[in-house]
């Protein structure tokens, strides 16, 4: 899906490709954009989502280039973890308003 339409759908990523561009990802679970972001584009970044004990997907993409941390953004303060995990980023998936 994201090797298809990102280009198309977000031009902005077109030539933006290589490691020296890092990115978080809010809600990843199960890490489609993540492989595309890291596997595809080479970036490098910080993926948070739901634990599954607390009813979340799961994260079924790792890499090396990845980091990943389990995030309830329900719960107070949540997203000072986050800011410390990935204190800066290109880009940053947060999913529709």
């Given at each position: 899906f994201?090797?298809?339409w990102m280009p198309a759908l977000a031009p902005v990523f077109a030539g933006r490709a290589g490691a020296n561009r890092s990115f978080a990802d809010i809600g990843a679970?199960?890490?489609g954009m993540c492989?595309?972001?890291v596997g595809d584009l080479?970036?490098?970044g910080h993926a948070f989502s739901l634990s599954q004990a607390d009813g979340g997907f799961g994260m079924t993409f790792s890499h090396v280039r990845l980091g990943y941390s389990d995030a309830d953004l329900s719960a107070d303060?949540?997203?000072?973890r986050l800011l410390g995990a990935?204190?800066?980023a290109d880009f940053v998936n947060a999913g529709k308003p």
């Amino acid at each position: 899906f994201y090797r298809e339409w990102m280009p198309a759908l977000a031009p902005v990523f077109a030539g933006r490709a290589g490691a020296n561009r890092s990115f978080a990802d809010i809600g990843a679970s199960p890490g489609g954009m993540c492989e595309y972001l890291v596997g595809d584009l080479g970036w490098r970044g910080h993926a948070f989502s739901l634990s599954q004990a607390d009813g979340g997907f799961g994260m079924t993409f790792s890499h090396v280039r990845l980091g990943y941390s389990d995030a309830d953004l329900s719960a107070d303060g949540s997203w000072r973890r986050l800011l410390g995990a990935a204190p800066s980023a290109d880009f940053v998936n947060a999913g529709k308003p």
